[in-house]
Nanobody
Framework: QVQLVESGGGLVQPGGSLRLSCAAS????????MGWYRQAPGKQREFVAS???????NYADSVKGRFTISRDNAKDTVYLQLNSLKPEDTAVYYC???????????WGQGTQVTVSS
């Protein structure tokens, strides 16, 4: 079965940085797109960024130029570097993997990111 284990969340001041990690196991993830979503209190879950095994990336407009997604295929791990953080980036960040042939997807348990002074 697919398991996604996230880490790296925490409390950071505005303008600060964090790096999230998501280690996947249970499949050959070469045919999976990996990515991140987030959900702020009282809001719907929203897309943040994604990356294919070939390295093609996609970002939400709200994080372009501040967040960077990367992937280590040998470790089946996806990372999200969060820079220039703003209070509105406060949310639970969820790792997501999607099997590109069937669109079947899986979710991690989430990691809290809080941006506050």
């Amino acid at each position: 079965q697919v398991q996604l284990v996230e880490s790296g969340g925490g409390l950071v001041q505005p303008g600060g940085s964090l790096r999230l990690s998501c280690a996947a196991s249970g499949r050959d993830f070469s045919l999976y797109r990996m990515g991140w979503y987030r959900q702020a209190p009282g809001k719907q879950r929203e897309f943040v960024a994604s990356i294919t095994s070939g390295g093609s990336t996609n970002y939400a407009d709200s994080v372009k130029g501040r967040f960077t997604i990367s992937r280590d295929n040998a470790k089946d791990t996806v990372y999200l570097q969060l820079n220039s953080l703003k209070p509105e980036d406060t949310a639970v960040y969820y790792c997501n993997v999607v099997y590109v042939l069937t669109k079947r997807d899986y979710w991690g348990q989430g990691t809290q990111v809080t941006v506050s002074s």
